[in-house]
């Protein structure tokens, strides 16, 4: 592994392995009596990064590892593993409810791919259910899901109240939620009907998408993942690159097919970048003329840029998130057309598009129509938190500073 990275990224990166090798396990104890380790921030790391079932699998072996961090370890990961166990279980009653009342569906990322790709499933800490139907199955699926327990949110509440068609016009998605019988949490759904890649006037991936190529159900999975995670999420989290491999690994994958098409959406750089890292961790292996694309200096340059945030136990929030998005995605690309269409629909996404303002306890929806009255209202909060964000930020950093 590369230098560069705080010691507590180093042992998360070495602890992703399917199979504990011997000569893994040496490696690490080596690294361990040769290294200052912050145990608090190994775990704060380890949770951030949805690792601790890697790093309790690798650290039970290790010697030099504090009993007491070990138990704190394997109480996380029991905890996640029912949870995971519970979340699929929920996840087949969900789509056997969609599949027996004849609504289409797709499944990706989290429970999925613990399911389908992971080598047992408690390795995979699951969050939400992502399940994609067609635009006009949406509000049956709402209401069937909504018959069975499951309640919107606060936010799309008010969209659906207001009219069922501008939510679908409005949204891509809509967020549901079931609490747990006894055990104080919940299921939840994300139910897509258009899954947006940076902005839904750049691009939307829909049911049809998926409907017009049967036979490449496993690479439009891989773009979508490469949307959320790469695009949307902007890598920020080691889990992410896992997923990544285990998608891709002992896989029947049209590379051409592939690469193809993530290039005429502005994606393949992104996807490369993920790549590398599937290679840096996992040694993924590659076809030679994928391999070549990842030998390019700019894949390298851009994955630096990105590691800097795995450092970070926090996600980016609100403008600062957007202009980060922005930066990158502009970064990635090597067509012009491509980058006038990501500026245009920049613009264009932040004008168009209904909004919803809380006053106190209550929460005004603004229609899409009526969206360019508000764009005076979102750029200045949007402006304000940005600049609220990088001013925290600046102040945390001065207080690190000696005499400070």
């Known amino acids: 592994m590369k230098s560069g990275y705080s010691p507590e990224i180093i ?9 504990i090798s011997e000569n893994k396990k040496l490696q690490l104890t080596h690294f361990l009596t040769q290294n200052q380790l912050n145990w608090d921030r190994l775990y704060t790391l380890a949770n951030w990064h949805r690792l601790t079932p890697f790093l309790y699998q690798m650290l039970q072996t290790i010697p030099e590892t504090p009993e ?3 138990l704190k370890l394997r109480n996380d990961c029991q905890h996640s593993a029912i949870d995971t166990l519970l979340k699929q279980r929920e996840y087949h009653q969900v789509t056997e409810l969609l599949s027996n009342q004849g609504i289409e569906h797709i499944t990706y990322k989290g429970v999925y791919l613990a399911e389908h790709f992971y080598p047992t499933s408690s390795l995979r800490i699951c969050g939400d259910i992502d399940i994609l139907v067609a635009t006009e199955d949406a509000p049956k699926a709402i209401r069937l899901l909504q018959s069975h327990q499951y309640h919107l949110n606060q936010l799309h509440t008010r969209f659906w109240r207001h ?17 747990f019988v006894g055990m104080g949490s919940q299921f939840d ?23 017009a190529h049967p036979d490449f159900f496993a690479e439009l999975q891989v773009v979508l993942l ?36 993530l290039q005429s959406y502005g994606l393949e750089k992104t996807f490369l970048v993920g790549l590398h890292w599937c290679q840096q961790i996992w040694d993924l292996p590659l076809p030679p003329f994928v391999q070549a694309l990842l030998n390019a200096s700019d894949v390298r ?34 067509q012009v057309g491509k ?46 938190n ?3 964000f990088n001013f925290s930020g600046s102040e945390a950093n001065l207080a690190k500073e000696p005499g400070k």
């Open 11 to 19: 042992v998360l990166l070495h602890v992703c392995a399917a199979e």
């Open 163 to 179: 009219n069922e068609y501008s939510l679908l016009d409005d949204l891509p998605e809509v967020s549901l939620f079931k609490p």
């Open 226 to 261: 490469v949307t959320h995670h790469g695009v949307t999420d902007l890598w920020q989290r080691i889990f992410y690159i896992n997923d990544l491999y285990f998608l891709l690994n002992d896989q029947t994958i049209d590379w051409t097919w592939l690469l193809q098409k």
């Open 386 to 388: 940005f600049l609220l």
């Open 339 to 384: 980058l006038v269409k990501i500026y245009f629909t920049f613009f264009t996404s932040r004008v168009f598009r209904a909004s919803t303002f809380r006053f106190g306890e209550h929460l005004l929806y603004i229609p899409q129509e009526l969206g360019l009255i508000t764009i005076f209202i979102r750029a200045t909060r949007s402006i304000y």
């Open 301 to 334: 340059s851009i994955a630096g840029a990105y590691e800097k945030n795995w450092e970070v136990s926090h996600s980016m929030k609100d403008s600062n998130l957007v202009v980060t998005q922005l930066k990158f995605f502009t970064k990635a690309q090597t």
């Open 189 to 211: 759904i994300d139910l897509h009907w258009s899954i947006v890649c940076f902005n839904k006037h750049y691009k939307s991936f829909k049911m049809s998408d998926f409907q």
């Open 68 to 70: 007491s961090f070990l």
